[in-house]
């Protein structure tokens, strides 16, 4: 009994020490940029590092990159949560969300990050926030000059419901009032200094 308890503790301590493991995520750093001049839509995407301890024994942390976004149409602001870049909120709650870890390396796509994004210009009647489905991603489409990488929202399975801290369950409509499936083009490497930040116009 003694040595059936040995091993499994054994087990439980190997698991738990095992790293999770990550690629590329500093090529996603930055700002990115997308926009149409033909629909006068323009969508600001900006992304910062960080890590998290998924478990309190977990002795390493894993890492993401997450950010805020601003998208505009016609000049005019559909949906904006940019002020949330530099917050101190939980990484769980910010707007957008992405990494690529495994705790396999061979796992590891260095070129796509399954991502997590809260629609703020969608809220179900008790006030709370849309999220993307599971397989929303992010995606590098061009790891040379311009840099450019791919944005895909899609929708969750089955009823949307949604719980928000202090809140009751909420259902959300189908749909995103911001874009789900473009190209971004780097804009600026890293987070500036606030109020530092010069975004250079991409070519048509």
């Not at 040995?6 to 020490?17: K, M």
């Not at 301890?53 to 997450?66: A, Q």
């Not at 040379?144 to 409509?173: M, S």
Request: a neutral charge; aromatic letters at 10%; proline letters at 7%.
């Amino acid at each position: 009994m003694k040595t059936l308890t040995t091993i499994i503790l054994a087990v439980f301590f190997t698991v738990n020490l095992q790293a999770q493991h990550t690629a590329n995520l500093d090529f996603f750093v930055g700002t990115w940029r997308y926009e149409n001049p033909q629909t006068g839509e323009e969508f600001i995407l900006k992304l910062r590092k960080t890590s998290h301890l998924l478990r309190p024994l977990d002795p390493f942390p894993t890492e993401y990159v997450v950010g805020a976004y601003t998208f505009k149409r016609n000049g005019q602001i559909v949906t904006d949560c940019m002020e949330k870049f530099d917050s101190d909120m939980h990484i769980f709650r910010m707007p957008v969300r992405a990494t690529n870890s495994s705790r396999n390396p061979d796992w590891v796509d260095p070129n796509s990050l399954w991502m997590t994004v809260r629609d703020y210009g969608i809220r179900a009647p008790n006030g709370s926030v849309k999220t993307s489905g599971d397989d929303t991603e992010l995606l590098i489409v061009s790891a040379t000059e311009p840099h450019q990488i791919r944005w895909i929202l899609r929708e969750q399975r089955g009823p949307i419901f949604i719980f928000e801290e202090g809140e009751e369950d909420g259902i959300h409509p189908r749909g995103f009032s911001i874009p789900t499936d473009i190209i971004l083009t780097r804009v600026q490497d890293g987070s500036p200094p606030a109020g530092k930040e010069q975004i250079k116009k991409s070519k048509p």
